[in-house]
């Protein structure tokens, strides 16, 4: 408990900085109403009442700086509010659907960007992914005020950093220098990434901090005295040819200093760039005398004169540079640029972004080009409330990133589901993979990810790839591995379907088929052309060949009469011998499809798709095994039309000349629904209620959530959409899909 001296103290203290707070916002947003800000302060007090930083100081003073540092950013009023709550959720007993009740969606939606944030475990990246991990960020912040108001939190947790423990100075310096202080680099916002930088660096690289530090202490007098003198030269000139500019100079960050040595293999004690002058101008024609007076009073490096104006970087950066000898012989630049040129190269977006980050993708220039803009328009509109709400980052509008349940990230296309999400884990994982948990709720498979998702994948060993998976993978990688699978499992099938074709034909003739040794199994396959035996049935069930024919090449001289005396079966479709075979492997049951004109086709519903009476429909002749009949909505359609000769137009026959149509046809529904008690009673009662045949129910849950499977009997497209909307209006039922695999 607080004593009252110490609450009126805190009191004091904050309202004081409340005033200054208010103040400011005032000068550059005269006609807003600061209500909002004020409720804010009000609420934050409330909720962060008793609570202190590590410094001793009342908690509240953390919001209140960090809205301060917005309100020098010159933000608006809903940024202010939020950076006054962007803690409360994290650290009170605060909820999002509170703040939104009493401050509003657009301020509830960043402090909640904010949140989320916070709750990233950076530590657990490795280094290499930080780059990942900054790009992710940039993705989740989908408002730029969200990025404003973390860099304003982060520069004011570093400011305070000493007092926290060493581990956690540690912890907290590592990822300002690797995530934040590069996110405000490519922002372009140069002074606050030279602030973080700076103060990370002393952290992260105490040994190497001090030897910059040192190395810069001892020449700090003999470089302050020579800049003055060269200041006041400057000035001088200004003065005499009246033209009206101020006149910077600084010495440079310690990082940048550091990192420069770094790049340059050079050591500490050859440092001489680390002095820099810069001319503020009124004009941009003032830009070019102040370049004239320069080169009339030193000796320009030749080479080293830089024109940015004329030719602005492609990020629009825009200065005169030059370097220049001094009486003494030492080097050192000048940059000549107008007020308003310089606003851009330190609060806006990256004036010295591209040559320091090495060379960038047009892409990246056209995100830069456009980012820069919004700076610019924001400026130009006295009232960018308005234009700030509207306003959605995609920096990296091309992908996606997700993290594995042990906070691993994992970078997957837009779009991606958990599928690819899967087979980028493992390939095993892919192929067994039967369902997700996206941030702990159950998803279908086609869900499509979003940055900031935690997946943990569901499998089930036996599990095997469908093709159906290839109509919603994303990733190259998930893609290839379905096809491959599919390709092999399907070879392994027309093996399997080869070698029935041939025994059956063999036993027609009683032949056994032991008795046909593999050396001749071998001959035959490679008269073919095919390199093992394994081929040759492959060849014979994809329907290249015809068993009967590769079974007389097969069985010896002495019995090939047997074979051809006997009267032989006729060849392929129609055939008792193989039609049986097609339709014991196959299951077909179809006699409710007309092939146009061809009564007397072999005609089965691709597995693969299970199309059911009314929906549209595709024949395709396959190689001696009739015809299989797709939806047209298939994804297989589309491959299998490559041979426009071998599509064959059919048809649902008429419900009297269907005998198996009362039974209908098998088809799978998954309902995700609530884990509730009555849930499956409910959902069965309904689909009995349509005169349904329910084959096989099945529950998965997990926690609240539960995935209902069901396979029932359905006679059309009519029926299963009377089905699913019934199952849809069951409360707590989120979603109801077809199956197309059963
Ligand atoms: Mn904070």
């Given at each position: 408990?607080?004593?009252l001296?110490q ?11 409340f005033?200054?707070?208010?103040r ?8 807003d109403?600061?209500a ?7 609420f ?15 908690y ?12 020098e ?5 809903t ?5 006054l709550?962007?803690d409360?959720?994290e650290d ?10 009493e ?7 960043i ?10 475990d ?16 940039l993705?989740m912040?989908?408002?730029?005020r969200?990025?404003?108001i ?8 570093m ?8 581990e956690r ?17 490519r922002?372009g ?7 973080l930088?700076d ?17 810069i202490e001892s020449?700090r007098?003999e ?16 003065r ?14 310690f990082?940048?200093?550091w990192?420069?040595l770094q ?5 500490v004690?050859?440092i001489y ?18 370049l ?10 030749p ?14 950066y ?5 370097t220049?000898i001094s009486?003494k ?8 640029r107008?007020?308003?040129m ?17 060379p960038?993708s047009a ?10 803009q ?8 006295k ?5 700030l ?19 691993k990230i994992?970078i ?15 390939t ?7 369902g997700?948990?996206?941030?702990g709720?159950i998803v ?8 900031g ?12 790839p ?8 994303k990733?190259?990688r998930?893609?290839?591995k379905?096809?491959h699978w599919?390709n092999v499992h399907q070879r ?9 074709l041939?025994?059956k034909?063999?036993?027609?003739y ?10 001749e199994l071998m ?10 035996p394994?081929?040759?049935?492959a060849?014979i069930g ?17 019995e ?8 032989p079966p006729?060849?392929?479709?129609g055939?008792n ?7 014991r ?24 798709c299970?199309p ?9 002749v396959?190689?001696?095994k ?9 994804s ?7 041979e426009?000769?071998?599509?064959i137009?059919v048809e649902?026959?008429r ?21 509730r008690?009555?849930?499956l009673k ?9 005169n ?6 099945e529950?998965k849950?997990a926690?609240?959530q ?5 396979i ?31």
């Open positions: 408990m607080a004593t001296r609450q009126i103290a805190t009191n004091v203290l904050t309202v004081t900085r005033r200054d707070l208010l400011k916002v005032r000068a550059y947003r005269p006609d109403d600061l909002p800000i004020k409720k804010a302060y009000e934050s007090l409330e909720h962060h009442k008793g609570q202190a930083r590590e410094s001793g100081e009342p509240l003073v953390h919001p209140l700086q960090v809205a301060t540092l917005l309100a950013m010159r933000l608006d009023t940024a202010i509010t939020a950076g709550l962007h409360a959720v009170t007993s605060v909820t999002i659907d509170e703040i939104n009740t401050f509003g969606e657009q301020v509830a939606h402090v909640e960007g904010v949140t989320k944030i916070s709750k990233i950076f530590a657990s990246s490795e280094e290499a992914q930080a780059e990942n991990v900054r790009k992710m960020v993705a912040m989908d408002d730029i969200v990025v404003l973390k860099l304003a939190d982060r520069l004011h947790n400011r305070t950093l000493k007092f926290l423990s060493p100075q540690q912890k907290i310096a590592r990822e300002t220098l690797d995530i934040y202080a590069p996110i405000a680099h922002l916002m140069g002074k606050i990434r030279g602030e930088e103060l990370a660096f002393q952290y992260v690289d105490p040994i190497s901090y001090n030897q910059v530090k040192d190395a020449r007098k470089g302050e005295a020579f800049l003055a003198e060269v200041q006041g030269t400057i000035e001088q000139k200004l005499e040819n009246k033209i009206q500019a101020r006149v910077e100079a600084r010495i440079k960050r990082y940048s200093i990192q420069k790049r340059q293999r050079i050591s004690d050859q760039d680390m002095l820099a002058l810069r001319i503020i101008t009124q004009s941009e024609s003032d830009c070019y005398a102040v004239g007076i320069i080169h009339n009073q030193w000796r320009p490096v080479g080293r004169i830089k024109d940015f104006i004329a030719i602005p970087r492609n990020n629009f825009k200065s005169l540079h030059t220049v009486e012989g030492h080097a050192f630049e000048v940059q000549i107008t007020e308003e310089h606003k851009m190269a330190e609060e806006g977006i990256a004036a010295h972004w591209k040559y320091k980050d090495g960038v892409r990246d220039e056209q995100r830069l080009a456009w980012l820069r919004v700076v610019e328009w924001q400026r130009d509109i009232n960018s409330g308005e234009f709400a509207t306003l959605k980052i995609d920096l990296y509008p091309e992908e996606v990133y997700t993290f594995t349940p042990k906070g994992v997957l296309p837009r779009d991606a589901t958990p599928v690819d999400f899967a087979y980028t884990v493992h095993e994982v892919g192929h067994t993979c039967i997700a948990k996206v941030n709720r279908a498979l086609r869900y499509k990810l979003r940055s998702d935690i997946i943990e994948i569901l499998t089930q060993p036996g599990h095997h469908s093709r159906d998976w290839l109509q919603f993978a990733s190259q998930a893609r290839q379905i096809k599919l392994e099938r027309a093996i399997e379907i080869g070698r029935k041939i025994e034909e063999a036993r027609k009683r032949i056994a088929m032991k008795t046909i040794s593999d050396t001959r035959v396959s490679s008269e073919n052309g095919l390199a093992k394994d081929d040759l049935l060849a994809y329907g290249k060949f015809s068993a009967r024919s590769i079974l007389a090449r097969l069985v010896p001289p002495d090939a009469h047997t074979v051809s005396g006997q009267n006729p060849e392929d479709g055939s011998g193989l039609t049986s075979v097609v339709r492997v196959f299951g077909s049951d179809t006699s409710a499809i007309k092939v146009k004109d061809h009564d007397d086709l072999l005609v089965y519903r691709a597995r693969c299970n059911i009476r009314g929906e549209e429909i595709e024949g395709y396959t190689r001696g009739g015809v299989a009949v797709h939806s047209r909505s298939c297989n359609v589309v491959n299998l039309m490559f426009p000769e071998r599509r137009a649902w026959g419900d009297a000349a269907t005998p198996n149509w009362q039974a209908g046809y098998p088809v799978k529904l998954a309902v995700y629904c609530d884990n008690p009555g849930m409910q959902i069965a009662t309904v689909i009995s209620d349509a349904t045949n329910i084959r096989n129910i529950a849950t926690e609240d539960a995935t209902v499977e069901i029932a009997d359905i006679a059309d497209l009519k029926h299963l959409d009377r089905i699913v909307t019934g199952v849809r209006k069951i409360p707590g039922v989120r979603d109801v899909r077809r199956l197309q695999k059963l």
